[in-house]
């Protein structure tokens, strides 16, 4: 297997489809679209783009698609998604496709571990030291409350919080990783269930004293909930696979110099 060019070599050598001659300037252009490991990477992939982006547009032109000769990219690019529109076909998926997919991939349909959470929030800004030390002392006495009678929760959270949740006595719903405050979400996914921390906890807003309910471990998504994500993903595959295969028979036809894209090291097409 012979090595690839360095950028060098390829910079003196004839880029061209069908005698049409893609400018040294035009693939360092290119070049920024396509971040790689080294400058002659990323010169091959631009060489590549250009050489596949000539081919269309040649054909286009072939084809009767109006794509000008002028460089008007935004022109050429509508022309090169005429040809694609009119040439390259797709199956839709159907639902026993989708459904095969989904049997052999249930483990991808999950939805995300949760945590049912409460809080009591006692607000104050991080920059405001006095603000701060309130927020702590209020947080402190409600926790004080809590822990001496757990079920006094909710009626503590409307008394105390500063957060619109004080009205659902503090009920924050499903909390999922990233949701929340990371120290906030520290302190609650160490929480077992039906446990307060014993602590204030401190975030950027303040103190929070904190609950976990529930647990809400992950569950397989339904069929249903899932299958249009599937037919989308299916069908977006097999129209790259079509539209790759169609830039192949189009190279297979054409006199390209300079690039062989049977030997590409990235995608015919992005």
């Known amino acids: 297997m012979s090595a690839a060019p360095s950028a060098a070599a390829m910079a003196a050598e004839r880029i061209a489809v069908n005698g049409v001659e893609i400018a040294e300037r035009t693939i360092h252009a290119e070049m920024q679209n396509h971040p790689a490991k080294s400058p002659e990477a990323a ?20 084809l ?32 026993a496709t989708c459904r095969r997919y989904y049997e052999n991939n249930r483990r991808r ?20 030291a006095e603000a701060r030390a309130a927020a702590r002392t209020r947080a402190e006495a409600a926790l004080a409350r809590v822990l001496a009678d757990p079920a006094s929760f909710a009626d503590v959270a409307r008394e ?9 006595g503090g009920q924050l719903g499903l909390v999922q990783r990233g949701d929340a405050d990371p120290v906030f979400e520290t302190y609650l996914m160490s929480l077992g269930e039906d446990e307060t921390c014993p602590t204030a906890v401190e975030t950027r807003y ?3 004293v904190i609950r976990l309910a529930r647990r809400a471990p992950a569950r397989e998504l339904p ?22 295969q169609y830039v192949a028979i189009l190279a297979g036809r054409a006199s390209i110099e300079g690039v062989d894209l049977k030997a590409a090291t990235s995608p015919l097409v992005q």
């Open 109 to 128: 349909f999950m939805s995300p571990a949760g945590f049912e959470a409460l809080h009591i929030l006692c607000a104050a800004p991080p920059d405001d």
């Open 43 to 62: 010169m091959r992939a631009a060489a590549e783009a250009l050489v596949v982006r000539e081919l269309l547009l040649q054909e286009s032109r072939r």
């Open 223 to 244: 069929f249903e909930a899932v299958r249009d994500r599937i037919a989308a993903y299916i069908e977006e595959a097999a129209w790259r696979r079509a539209l790759h």
């Open 206 to 208: 303040g103190f929070h």
């Open 160 to 168: 105390t919080s500063d957060c619109p949740s004080k009205a659902q």
């Open 64 to 95: 009767g698609h109006d794509a000008p000769a002028d460089g008007d990219q935004a022109a050429d690019e509508a022309a090169i998604n005429r040809l694609i529109e009119a040439e390259v076909e797709t199956p839709s998926a159907d639902d």
